[in-house]
């Protein structure tokens, strides 16, 4: 709260000749530096996740999952099929409180990782990679994925699906 109380009409006296040479400076130096560094943390920045996406039919993607999961399991953990892909495409379904199948992948090989929800907004985050996306019903993601080191990974659901989200965990395992 101002101590005096300003003259009348000073709204209307507008901005002195210096006050608008340091506003068109500050705006002019805004503009600049942060096209600037949008600019180059785009070139930059690992913060994007740089896949494609596909609309899908939330069935027909379960069905090749399943089929998937059938063609190249070599074991279950959990009740959830191990499956051991040659590298190139490998699917991955989040559906209400699961992953579903577990891969297990070689290091050092490419693969490209097909993800998608099949019945609820899910959360997708892949570490120690630090990937994470949203999955919606209708849509694919695919990226490519060459793990660096062997292991397991962590799949992990990052948006809220229902009471049973808390344990909606899976895994990568990665041999060498």
């Known amino acids: 709260m101002a101590l005096h109380t300003p003259p009348k009409g000073w709204q209307e006296e507008g ?15 805004a503009i600049v530096f942060l096209s600037a560094f949008m600019g180059l943390w785009h070139l930059t ?3 994007t996740t740089h896949g494609e ?8 993607f379960r069905q090749e999952v399943m089929a998937f999961a059938e ?8 009740g959830v099929p191990v499956v051991a892909p040659p590298p190139g495409d490998v699917y991955l379904m989040a559906q209400a409180f699961s992953w579903y199948p577990v891969l297990k992948l070689k290091k050092g090989e490419t ?3 097909r993800v ?3 019945d609820y907004p899910h959360g997708f985050s892949l570490y120690p990679h630090e990937w994470s996306l949203q999955l919606y019903p209708g849509y694919e993601w ?3 994925f060459t793990p660096t080191r062997a292991g397991e990974y962590a799949l992990i659901c990052n948006d809220y699906c229902g009471l049973g989200h808390h344990a909606m965990v899976g895994r990568i ?3 060498e």
């Open 173 to 175: 395992l990665v041999e």
């Open 116 to 118: 998608a929800s099949v």
């Open 15 to 29: 901005l002195p000749p210096e006050e608008r040479v340091w506003l068109v400076l500050a705006t002019l130096f």
């Open 142 to 144: 695919v990226y490519p």
């Open 111 to 113: 693969y490209r990782l």
């Open 71 to 78: 063609r190249y399991r070599v074991g279950e953990l959990h």
């Open 53 to 60: 996406a596909y609309q899908v039919d939330p069935a027909a």
């Open 45 to 47: 920045g690992r913060q």
